[in-house]
Structure formats: C-alpha cells, structure tokens
C-alpha cells in the first residue's frame, strides 16, 4: 500500500489519537540528555498498546520497501516496534526479521551488542527504528553498530521526531530520517 492511501491516512489519523491522548504531555521536563522541555512523548505507552502497535506496525509496512528484509534499533525504544512490525509482517506474507541494539557490547554470555543477526546475511539491507527522536544521539551510536556489523542501512524511520535536530544531523551523517508523525502534527491533530 503506498504510503498516501487512503488506509494510510486513516491510520496516520488514529495514530495521532493514540499519542495525544497517552503518550504527549506539555508542561516542564527534564529530558534523559539533561535538557528541558515543554514538549514530553513516551511513546512506549502507544507502542505497548494494542491498538497502538498495530497502527505503528501497519504504517511502518507501509514505508519499508520489500528489499528492506530486517528491521531493527537501539533498544528499548525500538523494541516494541520491531516485534509488531515483524509479527504484522509474517501475518501479512511477508519475511522480515528483527533485530536490536544494546548501547554497548554485553559483559558477559556472547558478548553481543547487536541481537538476532543469526537470521540477517551481512549485507543486507535493513530499516532502523527509533520509537522518539530529539536530536539523533542514541539513533547515530546504534547506526555505527549496525554498520560495524555488516549491515547495510537503507532506511531510517521513528514513530516521532519531535523537531529538534534528528533529521539534520542525521543528513549531515548520510542518512534520511523519515518521521511516521512529528511535533507539530500532533499539536495540530490537538486543535483539529
């Protein structure tokens, strides 16, 4: 389904619904980077609802090409997505494997950073998830594991951008950043 279907709008719309009402907060907020905000999204509170994954499955189907055979980030934030989008896309006939990661290397057992690679080739073409982004910090250290692994970053996705300097960065790096929603389509669903 291309991606300014009419489904798709329907589920863009919905997904908006689901955010505003349990993942966006406006007030004061101290960000994990230290920084404040008057802008708060935890989009787990979507991503772990049961409509809500479904809604952030279908639309991230929706982007990924079928070249694009795993998808993956850096956990927590992306786990949530990267279960519903592989579970959706099995049911939906198509293979497309996860994987996630660690901020650094595990201690301890395999010492892996990166989690389920056994179904990944190297080379091959994956789309990167991040739940929220605000600058692209977390979501550029995850991109240099991936690649360090042999994978080939094709497409970057978050379910939020929350506008403060992800997508900027991330193209002074080499990568687009598409945003399945962003700040101000959610202040503006807010009014509608």
């Known amino acids: 389904m291309p991606i300014d279907s009419p489904d798709t709008a329907i589920l863009s719309a919905r997904l908006h619904v689901v955010l505003n009402t349990l993942s966006v907060r406006f007030g004061e907020f101290t960000l994990a980077s230290g920084r404040k905000s008057d802008f708060y999204v935890d989009a787990r509170q979507t991503t772990l609802n049961s409509?809500?994954?479904?809604?952030?499955a279908q639309l991230m189907l929706d982007r990924i090409p079928p070249n694009i055979t795993a998808i993956g980030g850096p956990t927590m934030?992306?786990?949530?997505?990267?279960?519903?989008?592989?579970?959706?896309?099995?049911?939906?006939g198509r293979e497309l494997h996860g994987f996630l990661v660690r901020k650094e290397a595990k201690s301890h057992g395999a010492g892996r950073q990166i989690e389920g690679l056994?179904?990944?080739?190297?080379?091959?073409?994956?789309?990167?998830?991040?739940?929220?982004?605000?600058?692209?910090g977390s979501l550029l250290k995850a991109l240099g594991a991936i690649e360090a692994?042999?994978?080939?970053?094709?497409?970057?996705?978050?379910?939020?951008?929350?506008?403060?300097?992800?997508?900027?960065r991330l193209a002074e790096a080499g990568y687009t950043l598409e945003a399945l929603t962003t700040r101000s389509s959610l202040e503006q669903a807010r009014t509608d």
């Open 77 to 92: 934030g992306a786990d949530p997505v990267v279960s519903a989008t592989t579970a959706t896309a099995w049911a939906s």
């Open 51 to 56: 409509e809500g994954s479904s809604v952030v």
């Open 118 to 136: 056994g179904s990944i080739p190297k080379g091959s073409k994956v789309c990167v998830v991040e739940d929220t982004t605000t600058t692209g």
């Open 149 to 168: 692994a042999g994978l080939v970053v094709a497409q970057c996705i978050t379910v939020v951008d929350r506008e403060e300097g992800a997508v900027e």
